[in-house]
């Protein structure tokens, strides 16, 4: 009786509790038994899972009386590990596909009714404004160079939500961010911006400098933010970030800066100049092999091949003038003397695999900017937020939350 009244709420129990008779009580015991002690009752799964089963189960089999009955205790505040109106709703929308468009269509229906019964009042919102929220809307800049990005809206709909901008490698784009965006989103507002010359941006006639693509960061915070941003970048993302801080600082209120340096050794800018050289000559999937084996540790190769492919793919897609543009702009970094300057609270991420931009160029970060912190992903080569994005996720919603 404990776990019904937990999942159905007091007032629901007692009205039904209170039609027992003679001819139905034992009945009322068997129930409350059976189900909500012999079912609702075992620790296997936790009460949310079980409350999305239900609401699956008799919405595909037409049940409407139970489901709403369940509906109605899930939504209804103190009752046991409620669902939140999006909980219900992603329900809804998967249930459409398993158990059809019109079952859900139904659910949907009979969902508002019992949310207006209980003072839940989602306001107006065109479906033509719909976007899909593992993605982001889709938007570009009104000034030129014109520059495109997904904007992700806090799921906990909190209006003051940080605004985190996730800044790509050379070779990718905001996608190679999807599962950290989707992770930080809960409680942030998160851009995922493509860098001039990647993606959906307009690409660049002639090489680049890291000043004129700090400008680009500075315009699309003006323009699509329009507030200072935590700024989180990795390798090229985590270069313009550098600048960004420096150049622009009233931009910037925080900075996570990831797989990335302050400068190269003149070895380092003869490999990116050997490559850039390369793409001259024979295009992007000339050295797209060689740069996920920079990306990505060995053992990641070894088990995930569908993800490496999936970037390198994404590499070999990039415009090659548009990558030739931005590794110009890389090769030349020298802000070491200039790291001091940044005064805004930074984390630096290392890989400990990272061949490319290895551990004592991540300390060379965190001992240039004040108070930085250092933190290594084990087992993470150079694109660590794709081969861990849970370990890269929990690292920097942390640094959010502490802010």
Request: net charge negative; charged share 20%; hydrophobic share 45%.
């Given at each position: 009786m404990?776990n019904?009244r937990?999942?159905?709420g007091d007032?629901?129990?007692?009205r039904?509790?209170?039609k027992?008779n003679?001819?139905?009580?034992?009945f009322?015991?068997?129930?409350?038994d059976?189900?909500?002690?012999?079912?609702?009752?075992?620790p296997?799964?936790d009460?949310?899972?079980r409350?999305?089963?239900?609401?699956a189960?008799?919405s595909?089999?037409?049940?409407?009386d139970?489901?709403?009955i369940?509906?109605?205790?899930?939504l209804?505040?103190g009752?046991?590990?409620?669902?939140s109106?999006?909980?219900v709703?992603?329900a809804l929308?998967?249930?459409?596909?398993y158990?059809?468009v019109?079952?859900?269509?139904?659910?949907?229906?009979?969902?508002?009714?019992i949310m207006?019964?209980?003072g839940?009042?989602?306001?107006?919102h065109p479906a033509t404004?719909?976007?899909?929220?593992g993605?982001?809307?889709?938007?570009?800049?009104?000034?030129r160079?014109?520059?495109h990005?997904t904007?992700r809206?806090?799921?906990?709909?909190?209006?003051?939500a940080?605004?985190v901008?996730l800044?790509?490698?050379?070779g990718?784009?905001?996608?190679m961010?999807?599962a950290?965006a989707?992770?930080l989103?809960?409680t942030?507002?998160?851009?995922?911006?493509?860098?001039?010359?990647?993606?959906?941006?307009?690409?660049?006639?002639?090489?680049?400098?890291?000043?004129?693509?700090a400008?680009?960061?500075?315009?699309?915070?003006?323009e699509?933010?329009?507030?200072?941003?935590?700024?989180v970048?990795?390798s090229?993302?985590?270069?313009?970030?550098?600048?960004l801080?420096?150049?622009?600082?009233?931009?910037?209120?925080a900075?996570?800066?990831?797989?990335?340096?302050?400068?190269y050794?003149e070895?380092?800018?003869a490999?990116i100049?050997?490559r850039?050289?390369?793409v001259e000559?024979?295009g992007?999937?000339a050295?797209?092999?060689?740069?996920?084996?920079?990306f990505?540790?060995e053992d990641?190769?070894?088990?995930?091949a569908?993800?490496?492919?999936?970037?390198?793919?994404?590499?070999?897609?990039?415009?090659?003038e548009?990558?030739?543009?931005c590794?110009?702009?890389?090769?030349?970094i020298?802000?070491?003397t200039?790291?001091?300057?940044i005064?805004?609270?930074?984390?630096v991420?290392a890989g400990e695999k990272?061949e490319?931009?290895?551990l004592?160029m991540?300390q060379?970060?965190?001992r240039g900017?004040?108070?930085?912190?250092l933190?290594?992903?084990?087992?993470?080569?150079?694109?660590?937020?794709?081969e861990?994005?849970l370990a890269?996720s929990?690292?920097v919603?942390?640094?959010?939350a502490?802010?």
């Amino acid at each position: 009786m404990r776990n019904r009244r937990a999942a159905l709420g007091d007032a629901w129990v007692d009205r039904s509790v209170a039609k027992a008779n003679e001819f139905n009580a034992e009945f009322q015991h068997f129930i409350t038994d059976y189900a909500w002690h012999g079912v609702w009752g075992r620790p296997g799964l936790d009460w949310k899972t079980r409350r999305i089963i239900v609401l699956a189960v008799t919405s595909a089999l037409g049940r409407w009386d139970e489901f709403e009955i369940h509906l109605r205790g899930a939504l209804t505040p103190g009752n046991a590990h409620t669902l939140s109106v999006e909980e219900v709703r992603e329900a809804l929308i998967q249930i459409a596909i398993y158990a059809g468009v019109p079952a859900a269509n139904t659910g949907f229906a009979r969902a508002l009714g019992i949310m207006k019964e209980l003072g839940i009042e989602p306001p107006p919102h065109p479906a033509t404004d719909a976007w899909h929220p593992g993605v982001g809307k889709s938007v570009f800049t009104s000034t030129r160079p014109k520059l495109h990005a997904t904007v992700r809206e806090p799921r906990n709909g909190h209006e003051d939500a940080p605004t985190v901008v996730l800044s790509h490698a050379l070779g990718q784009d905001g996608s190679m961010w999807d599962a950290v965006a989707n992770d930080l989103a809960a409680t942030c507002r998160v851009i995922c911006p493509d860098t001039r010359g990647h993606g959906r941006s307009q690409i660049p006639n002639d090489p680049l400098s890291l000043a004129e693509l700090a400008a680009d960061a500075a315009r699309l915070i003006d323009e699509i933010a329009q507030e200072p941003v935590i700024w989180v970048g990795l390798s090229m993302g985590g270069m313009i970030g550098q600048e960004l801080a420096i150049r622009h600082p009233d931009k910037v209120k925080a900075l996570v800066l990831s797989n990335t340096t302050s400068a190269y050794p003149e070895a380092g800018r003869a490999a990116i100049g050997q490559r850039i050289a390369t793409v001259e000559s024979h295009g992007l999937s000339a050295i797209s092999t060689g740069t996920m084996a920079r990306f990505f540790s060995e053992d990641f190769r070894q088990h995930q091949a569908a993800a490496v492919a999936r970037h390198q793919r994404l590499l070999e897609a990039t415009d090659p003038e548009g990558y030739i543009s931005c590794a110009v702009a890389i090769c030349e970094i020298d802000t070491t003397t200039q790291l001091n300057q940044i005064r805004v609270p930074t984390l630096v991420i290392a890989g400990e695999k990272d061949e490319s931009t290895p551990l004592d160029m991540a300390q060379v970060l965190a001992r240039g900017i004040p108070r930085a912190q250092l933190v290594t992903l084990s087992g993470c080569a150079h694109l660590s937020a794709a081969e861990n994005p849970l370990a890269f996720s929990e690292v920097v919603g942390e640094f959010v939350a502490s802010l």
